[in-house]
């Protein structure tokens, strides 16, 4: 079964960094599609960033320019380097594999905890 375990949330002051983590069990990822995926409070999930499984990727508009997706075959991760962060960035993240097709679409039968982000006021 795959397992996904996402880490690195925390709080941060608006224009501050954070880098979330995602280890997966299960899978290897570097045969996979990877993304991530966000919801805040009263709102839908949305997708954040995705790499094809070729390492293409794509990023919401949102957040284009100022987050980074990577996969780490070595460790079998997949990390979302987040750099000036506004406060629109808070939101629970959540990381997930499997098909392109899941990926574009965000339509998959199980996620993981998730890791909250916090902008500061």
């Known amino acids: 079964q795959v397992q996904l375990v996402e880490s690195g949330g925390g709080e941060v002051r608006p224009g501050g960094s954070l880098t979330l983590s995602c280890a997966v069990s299960?899978?290897?990822?570097?045969?996979?599609?990877a993304g991530w995926y966000r919801q805040a409070p009263g709102k839908q999930r949305e997708s954040v960033a995705y790499?094809?499984?070729?390492?293409?990727?794509w990023y919401a508009d949102s957040v284009k320019g100022r987050f980074i997706i990577a996969r780490d075959h070595v460790a079998n991760t997949v990390s979302l380097h987040m750099n000036n962060l506004k406060p629109e960035d808070a939101a629970v993240y959540y990381c997930?594999?499997?098909?392109?097709?899941?990926?574009?679409?965000?339509?998959?039968?199980?996620w993981g905890q998730g890791t909250e982000v916090a902008i500061s006021s």
């Open positions: 997930n594999v499997g098909s392109e097709a899941s990926i574009v679409g965000g339509n998959f039968r199980s």
């Open positions: 299960g899978i290897i990822i570097s045969r996979t599609a």
């Open positions: 790499m094809r499984v070729r390492g293409s990727v």
